[in-house]
């Protein structure tokens, strides 16, 4: 019961900076911006699948800072690379 309370306060101490919302067909994507508990930040992705008219899937992944700029480089590469075959194959 108190790693509960402890992870519950955890989630108290975190601090919204910034979000966005996307959406795509059946899914919604969210782009958290959030300050821990030690004063970093804190990069959460989510997206929510809708199935039978409702949301019921759900996934995330989390890039603290330190990561953001490598993780930002390798996305930008693939996000590049599928504009340029989308563009070779007119679209």
Do not use: H, P
């Not at 958290?32 to 949301?55: A, F, H, M, P």
């Not at 989390?62 to 996000?79: A, H, Q, S, T």
Request: include cysteine.
């Amino acid at each position: 019961m108190e790693e509960i309370i402890e992870e519950n306060n955890r989630r108290d101490d975190r601090r919204d900076i910034f979000s966005e919302k996307v959406y795509a067909g059946k899914r919604t994507y969210y782009f958290d911006l959030n300050e821990t508990s030690n004063g970093g930040k804190c990069l959460v992705i989510s997206e929510r699948k809708l199935t039978d008219g409702e949301y019921n899937e759900r996934y995330k992944i989390m890039v603290f800072e330190e990561n953001l700029i490598e993780f930002w480089k390798g996305l930008n590469r693939v996000v590049e690379y599928v504009v340029q075959e989308k563009t070779s194959e007119g679209f």
